[in-house]
C-alpha cells in the first residue's frame, strides 16, 4: 500500500506557472518510476510525464514538452511537476502514480490519491 498525496494546484491565468508537489509514502519508491498523470470530466486519464526511478530518464506527452519539467527525491518520496507556460488544454486534475517503466509510463500499481485540480482561464 501506499499513501499519496498531491498538492500544488490552483486557478492560473494562461501563461501561469504552477508546481504540483507529490508524496508517495510507499517503502518501494526509490526503485520504480513515477508518473503524473491527469483527467478532465467525461475522458480517460492521460499521462503526462514519467521519470525513471534514478531521475535518468524524463518522459513527457508530446502537448508538454518544453513547458513542463518533472523531477523527483528519493530520500523525500517525492515526485514534482513544474508546469510552465500553462494553457487553457491543461486544466485537468492531476494525478501521481507509480509506475515500472517509465518510458511506457503506465501506472502499474493502482495506488492513488484525491489529485489535485489545476485550472487555467484564459
Known amino acids: 500500500q501506499a499513501q499519496v498525496m498531491e498538492s500544488g494546484g490552483g486557478l492560473v491565468q494562461a501563461g501561469g506557472s504552477l508546481r504540483l508537489s507529490c508524496t508517495y509514502s510507499w517503502d518501494s519508491f526509490e526503485h520504480y518510476g513515477m508518473g503524473w498523470y491527469r483527467q478532465v470530466p467525461g475522458k480517460e486519464r492521460e499521462w503526462v510525464s514519467c521519470?525513471?526511478?534514478?531521475?535518468?530518464?524524463?518522459y513527457y506527452q508530446d502537448t508538454v514538452k518544453g513547458r513542463f519539467t518533472i523531477s523527483r527525491d528519493n530520500k523525500k518520496k517525492t515526485v514534482w511537476l513544474q508546469m510552465n507556460d500553462l494553457r487553457t488544454e491543461d486544466t485537468a486534475m492531476y494525478y501521481c502514480a507509480a509506475t515500472r517503466n517509465a518510458y511506457r509510463c503506465d501506472p502499474d500499481f493502482g495506488f492513488w490519491g484525491q489529485g489535485t485540480q489545476v485550472t487555467v482561464s484564459s
Open positions: 521519470i525513471r526511478y534514478d531521475s535518468g530518464g524524463l
